[in-house]
């Protein structure tokens, strides 16, 4: 349990920190890559944090996964292929696998630890693993993208943590210059990037860094995350040979699955940029 029942993540170098009341600790262990542990909270649920950062929780998470896997898949006019890096509870697969058009999903998670404590704990966000169409691996993520085939993917979504320890390579030039190699042609990839008022500066690295690749259209999309640091977070797309600007509209309007967040509205709007970090992109 955390300091007088409370978990409290601290934000270096912000001033700042996010606290929720704890019920319980439910489980606690050391991985070979990390310190994963599982709280039940009063108001939000089960929350599964990283080595003592908030990785997911139950009354939240659905705006994070809904954002990662439908802005890019409705951007596409064809999404039949896709790859996610990272992604260990699952959330984002489930997502992805609503949509009927998607044949093929490879998941590939660093820590095999993550994903099976989140099918005891987070059941509902791991639903899909059984999908036939799902295929998921447990190995270094940014050798799976070097090795794969040219034109091997249509979408390829970085689900990673913070750009720190292994994580880190999946912001680079590098590493975009491999996944532009292995998606086909209008190929999107997206990648969580932080919280656009704290992480300005790794928001800009990660829009220079698509762009020296070669990716034609690159843009940030917006949205609130209460439970990471500033509340307000965000996903980087690039795009090869083709924009962004536009999105499969009355697929989204007509689509045959539920959201909680996303939809053709917020789709639009969440391509809305502030003024501090328009001018920061210029």
């Known amino acids: 349990m955390g300091k007088d029942g409370w978990y409290t993540e601290e934000w270096a170098g912000q001033g700042s920190a996010l606290s929720l009341r704890l019920k319980d600790k439910v489980h606690d262990e050391k991985s070979p890559y990390q310190r994963i542990e599982i709280y039940e909270t009063e108001t939000f649920g089960t929350l599964m944090t990283l080595d003592g950062l908030v990785m997911v929780t139950d009354r939240d998470n659905f705006v994070y996964h809904e954002m990662m896997a439908h802005v890019a898949l409705f951007s596409h006019k064809a999404p039949r292929r896709v790859l996610i890096i990272g992604g260990g509870d699952c959330g984002t697969l489930r997502e992805v696998l609503k949509h009927d058009e998607v044949e093929h999903v490879d998941q590939v998670e660093l820590d095999e630890r993550v994903t099976r404590v989140a099918e005891r704990f987070f059941p509902e966000l791991c639903v899909a693993n059984d999908d036939p169409r799902a295929h998921l691996y447990f190995q270094d993520g940014i050798q799976w993208v070097k090795d794969a085939a040219p034109g091997s993917y249509d979408i390829i979504i970085v689900d990673s943590t913070d750009p720190v320890g292994p994580a880190a390579g999946l912001f680079g030039e590098a590493f975009y210059a491999d996944c532009h190699r292995a998606l086909r042609p209008e190929g999107i990839v997206v990648g969580q990037s932080e919280s656009p008022l704290f992480h300005t500066e790794l928001i800009k690295a990660m829009h220079a860094a698509l762009r020296a690749t070669d990716f034609l259209d690159v843009a940030t999309v917006h949205f609130p995350q209460c439970t990471y640091p500033s509340g307000w977070w965000s996903a980087t ?18 689509r045959s699955f539920a959201t909680r967040y996303y939809n053709a509205g917020i789709h639009e709007a969440a391509f809305a940029s502030p003024e501090f970090l328009f001018k920061a992109l210029l």
């Open 237 to 254: 797309l690039g795009r090869r040979d083709a924009t962004l600007t536009s999105f499969r509209e009355d697929d989204c309007r007509e």
